[in-house]
């Protein structure tokens, strides 16, 4: 896997369908176009294959810029081109492309590393990492380094801001290094309002001269990821009334941002040990927010949950949800 560096817009990429992008870039790509102001907006998009949002916005943008020039230099990268001809959020290998920012062995970490070389010493102005969430959540952006500058990056698009620093190997989080950076939580796949409010979201910040340094944490809702909640992923799941060995409430994905109250319902299993929460720091902290009665899994403790999702190659791959404290 070779990393590709252009200079021009290919301009098939604009119409052609997500299905067909292996017929337009071989492999992961980036596309640097010149504008009037040297130092650039990198865009990261298409991570994972089969959250569509970020590929319609790239879409737009080449499309605003086939014969003109942008505000500022923008950098796409369009990353696992071979997931996204699948329609699938991994290509076969089952390596997860935004958890390769950083050292590594992998021929991901090969291109994130050929990537992060390239804009090293570009003078980046900011880096906007667009996502689609598994989940129901509201739209949100998420940050790793809490000072104004990306206070006011994540207010941009939304007021609500997570704050996280795990786990390690995500994009925002390498880039938060070199610039102001985030990640961009866009909803569902597949939604045209998603397209519509990233697309603007990074057309302003295009044409913005400066993110502030003076702005205040006040002027947002900032929350902090603490944990994650993780199935045990051996275990045969559903999130019906299956005769299965792990049973998901249904409804959980509702209760994202919305707190999660004393006694409420997250799984049923006959198993003990197939739900667990592990904080940031590593350690197991399940009997700190779940308790586990009559083969149930329920909220021990009110807590805030993000990312919850009722998609089971997710909560095997990845997890089932984030748990969350209000910081302001």
Same mark, same amino acid.
Not at 132 to 156: D, E, M, W
């Given at each position: ?13 604009? /119409? ?40 319609? =916005? ?11 020039? @942008? ?42 590393? /050929? ?13 906007? /990492? ?36 795990? @786990? ?33 979201? =990074? ?22 990821? =603490? ?13 019906? /009334? ?16 919305? @707190? ?69």
């Amino acid at each position: 896997m070779k990393l590709s560096i252009l200079d021009y817009i290919p301009l098939d990429l604009i /119409d052609c369908e997500i299905t067909q992008i292996n017929k337009v870039l071989e492999g992961p790509t980036l596309i640097h176009i010149e504008g009037d102001i040297p130092n650039p907006l990198f865009v990261t998009t298409l991570l994972h294959g089969n959250e569509t949002t970020s590929f319609y =916005v790239l879409q737009k943008l080449l499309n605003d810029y086939k014969d003109k020039r @942008p505000p500022r230099d923008l950098i796409i990268f369009v990353g696992n081109i071979e997931a996204t001809s699948l329609g699938k959020r991994v290509a076969s290998d089952d390596v997860d492309f935004n958890r390769v920012w950083c050292k590594g062995d992998t021929k991901y970490h090969q291109v994130t590393n /050929d990537v992060i070389e390239y804009l090293k010493n570009k003078n980046l102005f900011a880096s906007i /990492d667009i996502h689609n969430n598994t989940g129901a959540n509201p739209f949100y952006g998420c940050i790793n380094v809490r000072s104004g500058k990306f206070y006011h990056l994540a207010a941009l698009f939304q007021k609500k801001v997570v704050y996280f620093t795990e @786990p390690d190997g995500v994009n925002s989080l390498c880039f938060s290094k070199i610039c102001p950076s985030i990640t961009i939580e866009a909803g569902k796949s597949g939604f045209p309002e998603a397209t519509v409010a990233v697309y603007n979201y =990074v057309k302003k910040v295009l044409h913005l001269d400066e993110l502030r340094d003076d702005y205040g944490c006040d002027e947002i809702t900032l929350y902090h990821t =603490v944990a994650t909640i993780k199935v045990n992923k051996n275990r045969d799941i559903t999130v019906s /009334d299956e005769d299965k060995e792990l049973k998901i409430n249904p409804a959980i994905e509702k209760f994202n941002f919305v @707190p999660m109250l004393k006694g409420q319902l997250i799984a049923k299993s006959m198993n003990k040990n197939d739900l667990c929460v592990i904080s940031d720091e590593g350690d197991d902290v399940t009997s700190n927010y779940l308790i586990y009665h009559d083969d149930c899994y329920r909220v021990k403790e009110m807590f805030i949950p993000s990312m919850l999702t009722t998609n089971i190659e997710v909560m095997k791959k990845d997890c089932l949800g984030y748990v969350m404290e209000k910081l302001i």
